[in-house]
C-alpha cells in the first residue's frame, strides 16, 4: 500500500552542463529550470517506485511548478516529493514537490504520476511508430 506522507530526496550539483544557457532554456549560466523539475520527477519516481513490484514502474503526467530563484554553478541543490494522495483506484499518485539550494528555497509546486505496467506502456509507445 501506497503510504501518504513518504517523502524522498535527490541532490546534485549545479554543473555547467545544467544550466539554462546549456540546454537553451535561457541565456544565463544558472541552474536550468527543466533541470529543477527532473530533479522533482526524479524524487517521485525514486519515493513510488519502493511501493511497486517488479514490471510496474511511475510516469510523470503533470507538473505544476514555480522556479522561484536562480541556483549558481558550484551550489548544491536539493529536490523533495512527499506523496500527498493516492486515486481511489491507486493508479495516480500526487506530490508535493519543492527543492533549495544551500542559500534557501529555489522552486516548489505539484507532480502527478501514473503507475504502470512496464511492458504495456513500451508495447503502446512502439505502437504509435505503426500509425
Not at 28 to 55: K, S, W
Not at 97 to 113: C, L, N, S
Request: charged share 20%; hydrophobic share 40%.
Amino acid at each position: 500500500m501506497i503510504m501518504i506522507g513518504m517523502k524522498c530526496q535527490v541532490q546534485q550539483p549545479v554543473t555547467e552542463a545544467l544550466t539554462a544557457a546549456s540546454i537553451g532554456s535561457g541565456s544565463l549560466p544558472v541552474f536550468g529550470t527543466p533541470y529543477m523539475l527532473a530533479m522533482m520527477e526524479n524524487a517521485a519516481l525514486t519515493c513510488l517506485q519502493t511501493f511497486l513490484p517488479e514490471g510496474r514502474s511511475s510516469v510523470g503526467t503533470h507538473l505544476d511548478v514555480k522556479h522561484t530563484a536562480p541556483s549558481p554553478v558550484g551550489i548544491i541543490v536539493t529536490a523533495e516529493a512527499e506523496i500527498t494522495s493516492v486515486s481511489e483506484n491507486g493508479r495516480m499518485v500526487d506530490f508535493a514537490v519543492r527543492a533549495w539550494d544551500e542559500k534557501g528555497p529555489i522552486g516548489e509546486g505539484t507532480h502527478t504520476r501514473a503507475i504502470i505496467d512496464c511492458e504495456k506502456f513500451l508495447n503502446k509507445c512502439i505502437a504509435r511508430l505503426d500509425k
